[in-house]
């Protein structure tokens, strides 16, 4: 093989800046990888490229060097995926509300993303790879400790309410009544069936697509929800819609109504 001389190296030096904007590194991708071949790939078309223009041959000499570009880019892949799925990631946890129910974890996890943006700008794909597992296990954490929080506010604003339920109830006036959340916080491996299903939402699996209607600004897919979503809970319906809605969801007998079941008083 022949040996680069000075004046290829600043022209590969050259066409990784011109490619992608910033300084084209050696290591960023293992030895045998795709990324390794791409670049591998790219620095050969350059030579290409060099040899075509001290030949004369202007017009090959281009498109050797735009090939080359685009071998360049093929090496930063793997990193392009890591910074774009850590961009949702942190769009998520915005949406979610992390930065005010876990403001000291999410502020790290905007920082690792920082840090990921100075790694992908400079091509180094492994420290972009440990730092995209430190966001990862960061991001679940804010996850989870804003779903709890959230959770615990919600609890603690239905407090009152529930006392005042309690003393009526202690005194015998059964059923006059009755309180029920309007705002569930999805929590892992819950699914609308299983949120209908809960004794505190309306106690029939058979009802998810009133919750389902009722969310469709943030509900897509009913077979898709996420952790941390606020789920408003229709408590004003028909006994029509019930049965319609346990129609939808495929129950046996919709018009035959559990008697543990939510119906809503007043509502004929």
């Known amino acids: 093989m022949k040996r680069i001389s000075p004046i290829i190296l600043l022209i590969i030096l050259f066409m990784g800046s011109a490619c992608s904007g910033t300084q084209v590194r050696g290591d960023s991708a293992s030895k045998g990888s795709p990324q390794a071949d791409s670049f591998e790939k790219g620095i050969e078309l350059v030579r290409q490229g060099v040899d075509a223009r001290d030949s004369g041959d202007e017009g090959e000499a281009r498109q050797a060097f735009a090939k080359a570009c685009r071998y360049f880019d093929e090496a930063d892949d793997e990193s392009r995926m890591l910074m774009d ?3 949702a990631q942190l769009k998520k946890i915005i949406t979610l509300s992390g930065f005010e129910y876990a403001p000291k974890k999410s502020f790290e996890v905007l920082v690792l993303y920082l840090e990921m943006q100075n790694a992908y700008m400079d091509h180094d794909a492994p420290t972009m790879r440990r730092l995209d597992e430190q966001f990862s296990a960061a991001q679940q954490e804010v996850l989870q400790t804003t779903v709890l929080e959230k959770q615990k506010r919600l609890e603690e604003l239905g407090q009152e309410v529930t ?8 005194q015998a006036q059964e059923n006059i009544f009755e309180v029920y959340p309007t705002i569930y916080v999805v929590r892992k491996g819950d699914t609308l069936p299983s949120i209908a299903a809960r004794h505190e939402i309306y106690n029939d699996s058979f009802m998810w697509p009133l919750v389902y209607k009722a969310n469709r600004d943030q509900i897509k897919d009913p077979k898709s929800i996420y952790v941390g979503q606020d789920l408003k809970i229709p408590r004003e319906m028909t006994m029509e819609e019930i049965i319609e809605a346990r129609r939808e969801a495929g129950a046996p007998e919709p018009e035959k109504i559990p008697k543990d079941a939510y ?3 007043r509502k004929k």
């Open 85 to 87: 799925n850590a961009t």
């Open 163 to 170: 006392q005042k339920s309690d003393e009526i109830q202690k």
């Open 263 to 265: 119906i809503p008083r």
